[in-house]
């Protein structure tokens, strides 16, 4: 599988994603993880972000996927 980076790009510019590796997609959602803090970022190529839990991949705001990577 090639990684697809333009999701996280669209989302925080090509800058910043020199610190994440592409670790794959589960269905339409792609998932990113940040060298440093090892969080992951989960979009859908239509800009929804998503949180893993015991439930399955959840919905998220673009705020708090983003406070959650960085912090």
């Given at each position: 599988?090639?990684?697809?980076?333009?999701?996280?790009?669209?989302?925080?510019?090509?800058?910043?994603?020199?610190d994440f590796m592409f670790m794959g997609r589960y269905e339409r959602i792609y998932l990113y993880k940040h060298r440093d803090t090892r969080r992951y970022l989960n979009i859908a190529p239509d800009g929804t972000c998503f949180r893993y839990s015991v439930h399955g991949y959840e919905p998220i705001g673009t705020e708090e996927a983003i406070d959650h990577v960085f912090g």
């Amino acid at each position: 599988m090639s990684a697809e980076w333009l999701p996280l790009e669209q989302m925080l510019g090509p800058a910043l994603c020199v610190d994440f590796m592409f670790m794959g997609r589960y269905e339409r959602i792609y998932l990113y993880k940040h060298r440093d803090t090892r969080r992951y970022l989960n979009i859908a190529p239509d800009g929804t972000c998503f949180r893993y839990s015991v439930h399955g991949y959840e919905p998220i705001g673009t705020e708090e996927a983003i406070d959650h990577v960085f912090g």
